[in-house]
């Protein structure tokens, strides 16, 4: 079955990077668009980025764009996210989604920014 498991979130001080992971399985990868997506506490899920199949073409939400990097390795079935210049406003739950129709989520890995 279709899986999409995310991992890398942690505690992170302000200024400081992350790289998140998601690994995806039982789907041909390399055929779908992934994206990131992030739910703050007490707030609704949000975009942040997505990737096309290829890895051709990448968009960022303006909130993170010029901090946070989307890109993926077909060969791995793998899709990042490299974030940069964390801000308190980003500690999130973060998920990876895409698959077939777009239609999967993983369950999400947590990040949090504070000193």
């Known amino acids: 079955q279709v899986q999409l498991v995310e991992s890398g979130g942690g505690l992170v001080q302000p200024g400081g990077s992350l790289r998140l992971s998601c690994a995806g399985s039982?789907?041909?990868?390399?055929?779908?668009?992934m994206n990131w997506y992030r739910q703050p506490p007490e707030k609704e899920r949000e975009y942040v980025a997505s990737?096309?199949?290829?890895?051709?073409?990448?968009h960022h939400a303006d909130s993170v764009k010029g901090r946070f990097t989307i890109s993926r390795d077909n060969s791995r079935n793998m899709v990042y996210l490299q974030m940069n210049n964390l801000g308190p406003d980003d500690s999130a739950v973060y998920y990876c989604?895409?698959?077939?129709?777009?239609?999967?989520w993983g369950q999400g890995t947590q990040v949090t920014v504070s000193s």
């Open positions: 039982g789907f041909t990868f390399r055929a779908f668009g």
């Open positions: 990737i096309s199949s290829g890895g051709d073409t990448e």
């Open positions: 989604k895409g698959g077939p129709r777009q239609a999967y």
